[in-house]
């Protein structure tokens, strides 16, 4: 098994296996904490923080799993206690004061779409944290159900019935506070 | 009339999730060399210290259920308001833990804590004046307040972040008459500085706080594992706590803000 061979090659130290490991992998990571934490600095910290402990448990993971669902765990997790920690003041501060550089994500938006996957973005901020992660893994990641199962340590056959739910709630936000969101259509 | 349908629903996130723009994603690979000593941050900070920083904090947390209660051989103690700060070995005990309980943020209130109340009704409670910070200028006054019976003069204000549950600034007010400590591991972990020109001290790193009951024996069932960045400071007859993720200055301009 090709993963299997990596992880253990880059357990032991061989940097040419350990560099494949994590450009297969950085991609995911750095979008999911990106997406969690909204600030690409931070998403960089914590995805690097996530490889840095990867790396000193590759001796003791279980090779016949998927490496993927493991380190967006470690990275959500991570994104999950720095939420509570440094940086969240400025959030606070924000109702305060201006920002010099807008907190917002800084691409530009040149096309509607682009604009419309940024206020789905808002809107999904606005759920609690497992429906935020169980949307992102699904549609914004594109994971399959087993992988996000996996990512999220649930049974693979409840992933379905929490998106729903997850679904149901985004569906009040938009309706709620993002109505250039709703699609509708006559019934 | 009109209404969103599910399976639209569930396409429509599937399609704008497809257009959201990333910002472009950092190699990595290059930052993290296996066995490399020493790689920076993106803020500069050594890897190598992170790893310390972060191995020193799970110490602290594996260490726990072993050392409670802690005999720890004491190596320099210091001293402000109600507030030991003691820099020690800890030894592990042969005696059964008492029920403390880690917690993983330190600006986050433990569920359990007691003494819930309004800030009205502990201005009665307590024999001492209650300050606010001014700064920031819209902080306002605190989302939840706790009288704890510890002596009945230990008061807690916590500001919640907007919007939500979690906490980000809480302000602890100690009468001199108890006692708590702080336990560190090194002793370059705390840094003197002031408050109003008065020693103040700044911990920034993982340790272990806890409430000397009035007998004089530690009893870690009020200790906590605080990760976040604490001030202390005193006046003379009462001792402030401020725990955050605020940098120093920051913490200073709260705590000088007191009114």
């Given at each position: 098994m090709a993963?299997?061979h ?20 950085q991609?995911a ?11 690409a ?5 914590v995805?690097?923080?996530?490889f840095?402990?990867a790396?000193?448990?590759?001796d ?5 799993r ?18 509570r ?6 959030h ?9 550089t807008?907190p917002?994500?800084t ?6 779409e682009?604009?419309?996957?940024q ?5 999904v ?20 159900e087993?992988?996000?199962?996996d990512t ?13 739910r ?6 009040n ?7 250039a969101?709703?699609?509708e259509?006559?019934? | 009339m009109n ?5 639209d ?7 704008r ?5 990333y ?10 060399r ?9 803020q500069g900070?050594?890897?190598r ?11 602290v947390?594996l260490?726990w259920?072993?050392a ?9 103690l210091?001293?402000i308001?109600a507030v030991e700060?003691i820099?020690a ?15 993983n ?6 569920a359990r804590?007691?003494g ?5 009704e ?18 306002g ?10 002596n009945d003069?230990?008061l ?16 602890q007010?100690?009468?001199t008459?108890?006692?708590?400590r702080?336990?560190l591991?090194?002793?370059?972990q705390?840094q ?7 020693p103040?001290?700044w911990?920034?790193v993982?340790h272990v706080f806890?409430?000397v ?7 870690l ?16 007859t ?22």
């Amino acid at each position: 098994m090709a993963n299997a061979h990596l992880i253990l090659r880059a357990g032991q130290g061989d940097e040419h296996a350990w560099e494949t490991f994590v450009h297969e992998h950085q991609q995911a990571v750095f979008r999911l904490a990106y997406l969690l934490l909204g600030d690409a600095s931070e998403a960089e910290d914590v995805a690097q923080e996530t490889f840095l402990r990867a790396f000193r448990a590759l001796d003791t993971f279980d090779t016949t799993r998927s490496a993927r669902p493991w380190l967006l765990q470690i990275a959500a997790n991570l994104a999950r206690n720095r939420r509570r920690s440094a940086g969240r003041y400025l959030h606070a501060l924000g109702r305060l004061v201006r920002f010099a550089t807008p907190p917002a994500p800084t691409i530009a938006e040149t096309s509607a779409e682009r604009s419309e996957a940024q206020t789905l973005w808002q809107a999904v901020k606005q759920l609690n944290a497992p429906d935020q992660q169980i949307i992102y893994l699904r549609y914004f990641l594109e994971l399959s159900e087993i992988e996000t199962a996996d990512t999220l340590g649930i049974a693979h056959g409840t992933v379905k019935s929490r998106l729903s739910r997850a679904l149901g709630r985004l569906r009040n936000v938009i309706a709620r506070d993002f109505p250039a969101l709703r699609e509708e259509r006559e019934v | 009339m009109n209404e969103q349908h599910p399976h639209d629903l569930e396409a429509s996130v599937r399609h704008r999730a497809a257009q959201f723009e990333y910002p472009p994603t950092p190699d990595l690979a290059k930052a993290l060399r296996p066995r490399t000593p020493h790689t920076t941050t993106r803020q500069g900070k050594p890897t190598r210290l992170r790893y310390v920083l972060v191995a020193m904090g799970i110490a602290v947390l594996l260490l726990w259920p072993l050392a409670v209660p802690l005999r720890a051989a004491v190596e320099r103690l210091w001293r402000i308001g109600a507030v030991e700060i003691i820099v020690a070995t800890p030894v592990p005990a042969t005696s059964t833990p008492a029920g403390a309980t880690p917690t993983n943020g330190s600006t986050q209130p433990q569920a359990r804590i007691e003494g819930q109340t309004t800030l009205a009704e502990a201005q009665e409670r307590v024999p001492f004046e209650i300050r606010l910070p001014a700064y920031p200028a819209e902080l306002g006054p605190p989302d939840q307040v706790f009288v704890q019976n510890i002596n009945d003069t230990t008061l807690i204000m916590v500001w919640l972040e907007p919007g939500s549950e979690q906490a980000f600034l809480s302000l602890q007010v100690l009468n001199t008459d108890m006692i708590a400590r702080k336990l560190l591991f090194a002793d370059d972990q705390a840094q003197r500085t002031t408050v109003n020109g008065e020693p103040a001290i700044w911990i920034d790193v993982p340790h272990v706080f806890e409430y000397v009951v009035p007998e004089g024996q530690p009893q870690l069932q009020e200790g906590r594992f605080v990760q976040g960045n604490v001030l202390i400071w005193a006046d003379d007859t009462l001792t402030y706590r401020l725990e955050s993720a605020l940098s120093l200055a920051e913490a200073r301009r709260v705590a000088e803000s007191l009114q």
